[in-house]
Nanobody
Framework: QAQLVESGGGLVQPGGPLRLSCAAS????????MNWFRQAPGKQRELVAQ???????NYADSVKGRFTISRDNAKNTVSLQMNSLKPEDTAVYYC?????????WGQGTQVTVSS
């Protein structure tokens, strides 16, 4: 059974950068989409960034121009470069990978944007 492990969360000041990474342990065949979600306290989980096999990417309006998703298909990893962070970006961030065998989720990593 494959598992996803996120890393890179932490405390950052407003305006600062942070990079999240997610790696799959075990084999996931024919991964299609690689995604980053986030969930802030009291709010629903939302899709932040999506990378679809073939190269297309999609972003939530709230992060466009600030966040960049990238993937390495050979290594089954996905990263999220977050720049110009705002306090409202504070949330637990989750990576998700999907394919014919189903959807796999990481355990989440906390990102806190505060001075």
């Amino acid at each position: 059974q494959a598992q996803l492990v996120e890393s890179g969360g932490g405390l950052v000041q407003p305006g600062g950068p942070l990079r999240l990474s997610c790696a799959a342990s075990g084999t996931i065949f024919r991964i299609g989409a690689m995604n980053w979600f986030r969930q802030a306290p009291g709010k629903q989980r939302e899709l932040v960034a999506q990378s679809i096999s073939g190269g297309n990417t999609n972003y939530a309006d709230s992060v466009k121009g600030r966040f960049t998703i990238s993937r390495d298909n050979a290594k089954n990893t996905v990263s999220l470069q977050m720049n110009s962070l705002k306090p409202e970006d504070t949330a637990v961030y989750y990576c998700m990978m999907g394919g014919p065998s189903g959807a796999y989720w990481g355990q989440g990593t906390q990102v806190t944007v505060s001075s």
